[in-house]
């Protein structure tokens, strides 16, 4: 996934099917200067962690 499209889906106020590693997650917000994001899984808010948004998929 791009950075923009990370955002796109941060911002919106409908909830996107995206994963991490298999996992489904939730975008807190995204660096699209560092091409990252801030996630964490849909059921544990506590995990947050920061990522590359080349390795989140949309489905």
Known sequence: MDAR????IASSP???NVTYNGT???IENVNE???TAD????NQPESK???SV??????
């Open 49 to 51: 962690q920061e990522v």
């Open 39 to 42: 996630i964490h899984p849909i």
């Open 33 to 35: 200067n560092k091409g």
């Open 24 to 26: 489904r997650i939730y």
């Open 5 to 8: 499209r990370a955002r796109d």
């Open 14 to 16: 409908i909830m996107a």
């Open 54 to 59: 080349d390795n989140l998929i949309e489905h």
